[in-house]
C-alpha cells in the first residue's frame, strides 16, 4: 500500500512563510505527479501546485509568484514554500500523487494526505 505523509503546516502572521513536506512511502515503482491542493471552510478543494516527474509545475493563480514546489525524487518527497502568507490561504492543505504500484495490484493510482492546517492570521 502506498501513505502520504505531510508535515509543516501551522498559524503564521499575514506575511509570513511556511515550508509544507509530504512523504510518499510503500509500494512505489513511480510517482508521476506530486503536488498540494486546499480546501478552505465552506468552498471545493482547489489546486494549489503540482510538479511531474519532469519538473513541470502548474500553479493556482492566485499563488503564483509567492508559492514555490520542489520534489526530492530520491525520497519520494515534495515541498510547498509558502512566502508572503495571506489570510485567505488559510485552509487545510492536502497532498496528492499520482503513482504506479504493484499492490493490491499492478496500476496507477491517486492518492491524498490526511490534510494539514495552513493559518493565516494576525
Known amino acids: 500500500q502506498v501513505q502520504l505523509v505531510e508535515s509543516g503546516g501551522g498559524l503564521v502572521q499575514p506575511g509570513g512563510s511556511l515550508r509544507l513536506s509530504c512523504a510518499a512511502s510503500?509500494?512505489?515503482?513511480?510517482?508521476?505527479?506530486m503536488g498540494w491542493y486546499r480546501q478552505a471552510p465552506g468552498k471545493q478543494r482547489e489546486l494549489v501546485a503540482t510538479?511531474?516527474?519532469?519538473?513541470?509545475?502548474n500553479y493556482a493563480d492566485s499563488v503564483k509568484g509567492r508559492f514555490t514546489i520542489s520534489r526530492d525524487n530520491a525520497k519520494n518527497t515534495v515541498y510547498l514554500q509558502m512566502n508572503s502568507l495571506k489570510p485567505e490561504d488559510t485552509a487545510v492543505h492536502y497532498c496528492y500523487a499520482k503513482i504506479l504500484t504493484s499492490r493490491p495490484t499492478m496500476g496507477t493510482r491517486e492518492y491524498w494526505g490526511q490534510g494539514t492546517q495552513v493559518t493565516v492570521s494576525s
Open positions: 510538479m511531474t516527474t519532469s519538473s513541470s509545475t
Open positions: 510503500g509500494t512505489i515503482l513511480n510517482i508521476y505527479t
